[in-house]
């Protein structure tokens, strides 16, 4: 059980090689199935490496097309998504049901499977990159269905539901998996949300914060202040101001969604948890003072794009498309390798996204998805060792 040739998926290397070489169509095949299925390939698969016909690029794609429809696909929707949209941070969240009155495990559960299946519908139907920022639909069961008040929902499970024109959510940044990562100690936190678009959206994360960094209300401050405020206060301080002004605009732009993603036009503060909902509506709390907020969700992006609220937001990140595709693909080629990026992939993510954003021009959408997971099985990097 201690084999290498047990724990790990062995490929053919030749003593001082250097230069790198094609896989041969056992090890491709190999590659391949544990790329999109997470397990050993099948029969079919063996039988066209040993034909040699699966080093033919036509038949790849054929082969992706029939794996992505196959239920060990799912390996690959959750593996994929929990690794590119940092899953694990909303299931290590410590949230108090008091306050946040949906955060059940229920929800939990169903909030951590919205953007699995957000993505494997946008695979199933190969729909553009631009999805993610805005789509005029979502992925619900009736959890959640609930939570954001939508209509048209009818069974079990997973749906597909179209939203109304009026509705804020639509795309990956108005999930609660995405929203609720962007929460510390029940409040939300403009800092984390906007690093995280920068870092899964954008393709550009933030630099690690210097040390002795100081906290968003220092002690003996009156803590009954809204996000909006702290925030300004922390960019008021020199060892935070340049770089933090980069993306906790963008975070802002999310604050009319509570600390689990919740629609909201008031920020409630409170020194304590125990604030208790009676009969009618109205909050009491029976200990200690809390106050309320107005939203202001105004911000801009690191380009200078200015926004009002959410739906501004999405509009100036759609003008980001590229870096979008370009995160997504690179997200995709680090999963399918099983390493990060090198210097040698450059031009070959590059190519890439050029041929990806001209083959869909004039039908409506961009940089497919599945488009690009075929792109990722036939380029060089995935064919060779």
Known sequence: ????????????????????RELDALSLACRLSYFLWSSPPDAELYQLAESGELLNPSVLEVQVERMLVDPRAEN?????????I?????????????????????????????PIEFFEEMVAGNLGIANLIDSEFVMVDGVLANAYGLEGYAGDGFQKVVLPEASPRGGVITQSAFLAAGTMGNRTSPVIRGALVREILLNDPPPPPPPNVPELVAEGEDPLKSVRTLVEMHQQKAQCASCHARFDQIGLGLENFDPIGMWREEEMVTLVDDVKL??????????????????????????GEEFQ???GLKAALMKEERAVAESMFEGLMIYALGRDISFTDLQIIEDSLEHLGKVSEGEGERYRVRDMIKRVVTSGPFREF
């Open 86 to 114: 940092h899953i694990k941070r909303f299931k290590d969240l410590n949230l108090t049901a008091r306050i946040l009155l949906h955060w059940t495990e229920g929800f939990i559960d169903s909030a951590r499977r919205e």
């Open 76 to 84: 690959f929707f959750d593996g994929f998504m929990g690794q590119w």
């Open 278 to 303: 009676l009969r009618d509506g109205s909050k009491k709390d029976t200990e200690r003072n809390w106050t309320t907020f107005d939203i202001d969700s105004s911000g801009n992006l690191p380009s």
């Open 309 to 311: 609220d959410v739906k």
């Open 1 to 20: 059980l201690t084999s290498m040739r047990f724990l790990y998926v062995l490929e053919p290397v030749d003593e001082g090689q250097i230069e790198r």
